[in-house]
C-alpha cells in the first residue's frame, strides 16, 4: 500500500450574493410597471453590456474599454484587457453580461462616485443590477449566474460602465473568473459518460497536465463508492497564485494557507421535473498544491471528486465531520495499512491521552486551530469505522441520513439528529456508536 501523509482539505465554499450584504446602504425602492424614464434606462444600458459582451468574446479590448468611463479605475481596465485577451481561448458556450430580469430596490451612487461623474458631465447614473452569465461545454448543464452589481453613467452619447459597485459600498466581490487572469487555457477530460474540464493560467501547464491525467481514476473511485447518479463531469481549476485562489473562492488568508484544494459551487438548481444538480462547480487548487507528489494529489482529487458527486444532496449546513470524514474516507481508500499511516496526528493524541471523547465538533475545523488535523483524521476514522462494521452500504446511507439535512442549531437537536440518523441507519444509538467507535480506535493502535 502507498503511505499517504494527511494533507488538510477546507470545506466547500459557497458563492455569495454581493447584494445580500447591502441592507444598511440607502435605498429606494423601484416600482413596476417600467416608466418611460426606467425604460429608456433599462434599453441604454442594456446597449452598453451588450457591446462589452461582444467585444469580449471577439477579443476586442478597444472596442471592450471603450464602454468604460473615463474614471473606470486601472485594475477595471486591466481585467477588460485581460478578458478581451482570454474569453476567446476558453471553451464557454454562454457568456454574457446583461441586466437582472427583477431589480425589487436601487442603491443610490455612492457620493463621493456622484461628485466624479457630475463634473464630468453625466446626466445620469444608477447602481444597475447587472449579471454576468456564463456556461463551460462539458461541464455546466445550465448557466452559471453571478450578480455583479455595477455603477453605470450616462452621457449624451451613451451609458458607460464605472465600477463594480460592492467594493464601493465595503462588500465582498464577485468571485473571479479564470478569464480575468493572464493566458487561459483549457484541457478536455473523459470522465464517461460525463465530460470534464481543467482549467488554469500562465505558461506552466504541468500541474494541470498531471490532474487531467488523474482525473478519470478519480470518477472511478467515486462511482464505485457512491454510484453514477450523478453528472460524472468535474470542473476543475489550477490557481497559479495566491491571489488568483483567494478571488475565484473567496478564501480567506487561513484558508489559502491551509487548503490543498476546495469545491465551490453558485447553488443547486431544483427544476421540477429534474433531479438537483449542483450549479457551477468547481475544485479549485492552490498554488501550492503543484508541489504535490502523484499519491497525494489522487487522495485530495478523489476527496474533492467525492464533495462534487454528493453536493446536490449534501445540505449546506450538513455537519462538518460527516462532509469530511466520508471524503476523506473515499479519497484514502487503499492508501495506508494502519491507524498510524492513515491518521498518524490521530495515532499520537490516542497514544498520549486515549480516544477522543465525541464525535469532532465544526469548531474543530476552523483553518485556525491547531488541532484541526486531529479532527480532519478523527472525522475520517468514524467513516472507516463505520465502512468496517456495518459496510459501505450503510456508509453511504448514513451520509444521505446525517449530511442530506442541515445541522440543527441547538447542540441537544444536534446529538437528537445524529442519534436518529445512527439509529435508522445502523440500528444503534448515537451512543454505542460512539463507544464502538472509541474501542475501535484504541485497538487500532495496540
Not at 474569453?87 to 455612492?110: I, N
Not at 478569464?179 to 483549457?186: G, I, K, L, N, V
Request: aromatic fraction near 8%; charge should be negative; proline fraction near 6%.
Amino acid at each position: 500500500m502507498v503511505l499517504v501523509a494527511m494533507v488538510v482539505i477546507a470545506a466547500a465554499v459557497v458563492f455569495r450574493d454581493s447584494s445580500d450584504e447591502s441592507a444598511a446602504q440607502t435605498s429606494v425602492s423601484s416600482t413596476r410597471p417600467e416608466n418611460p424614464y426606467e425604460q429608456g434606462r433599462t434599453l441604454g444600458v442594456t446597449q452598453t453590456l451588450q457591446a462589452y459582451t461582444d467585444a469580449l468574446r471577439r477579443a476586442d479590448p478597444e472596442a471592450a474599454l471603450a464602454q468604460l468611463d473615463p474614471s473606470a479605475d486601472a485594475a477595471l481596465r486591466t481585467e477588460t484587457e485581460i478578458s478581451a485577451a482570454g474569453v476567446s481561448d476558453l471553451p464557454l458556450t454562454t457568456f454574457e453580461y446583461r441586466l437582472a430580469d427583477t431589480r425589487d430596490f436601487e442603491q443610490l451612487v455612492p457620493a463621493q462616485v456622484q461628485e466624479t461623474l457630475d463634473a464630468a458631465g453625466s446626466i445620469d447614473s444608477w447602481v444597475a443590477p447587472v449579471q454576468l452569465r456564463y456556461a463551460y461545454a462539458g461541464i455546466d448543464s445550465v448557466a452559471v449566474v453571478v450578480d455583479i452589481p455595477m455603477v453605470m453613467a450616462r452621457y449624451p452619447d451613451g451609458w458607460r460602465i464605472v465600477a463594480e459597485a460592492a467594493p464601493l459600498f465595503g462588500q465582498t466581490p464577485a468571485p473571479g473568473q479564470v478569464w480575468q487572469f493572464p493566458d487561459p487555457s483549457a484541457q478536455e477530460v473523459a470522465t464517461s459518460p460525463g465530460e470534464s474540464l481543467v482549467l488554469t493560467n500562465g505558461t506552466d501547464r504541468g500541474f494541470a497536465d498531471d490532474i487531467a491525467g488523474q482525473l478519470p481514476a478519480a470518477v472511478s473511485a467515486v462511482n464505485r463508492f457512491w454510484g453514477t447518479k450523478w453528472p460524472q463531469s468535474v470542473g476543475v481549476i489550477a490557481a497559479e497564485t495566491d491571489d488568483e485562489f483567494r478571488s475565484i473562492t473567496g478564501a480567506g488568508a487561513d484558508d489559502a494557507g491551509a487548503a490543498a484544494a476546495v469545491t465551490v459551487f453558485a447553488g443547486i438548481d431544483r427544476s421540477e421535473g429534474a433531479a438537483p444538480t449542483a450549479v457551477g462547480q468547481r475544485v479549485v487548487f492552490t498554488p501550492q498544491a503543484a508541489q504535490l507528489d502523484s499519491a497525494n494529489l489522487a487522495v485530495i482529487l478523489r476527496h474533492e471528486v467525492f464533495h462534487i458527486a454528493a453536493r446536490a444532496v449534501t445540505a449546506e449546513n450538513a455537519a462538518i465531520w460527516i462532509t469530511e470524514g466520508v471524503a476523506e474516507y473515499v479519497g484514502r481508500q487503499g492508501t495506508y495499512t494502519d491507524l498510524s499511516q492513515a491518521a498518524p496526528a490521530l495515532a499520537e493524541a490516542i497514544a498520549t491521552t486515549g480516544p477522543p471523547e465525541d464525535l469532532p465538533s465544526d469548531a474543530g475545523f476552523a483553518p485556525s486551530n491547531p488541532d484541526a488535523a486531529v479532527s480532519y483524521q478523527s472525522a475520517w476514522s468514524v467513516a472507516a469505522f463505520i465502512a468496517e462494521k456495518f459496510g459501505e452500504d450503510k456508509l453511504r446511507n448514513f451520509y444521505v441520513a446525517l449530511a442530506g439535512a442541515d445541522k440543527p442549531v441547538e447542540p441537544a437537536l444536534v446529538v437528537a439528529a445524529q442519534d436518529t440518523a445512527s439509529q435508522v441507519v445502523l440500528k444503534i444509538p448515537r451512543e454505542e456508536l460512539v463507544r464502538q467507535w472509541r474501542d475501535w480506535l484504541t485497538a487500532q493502535i495496540r
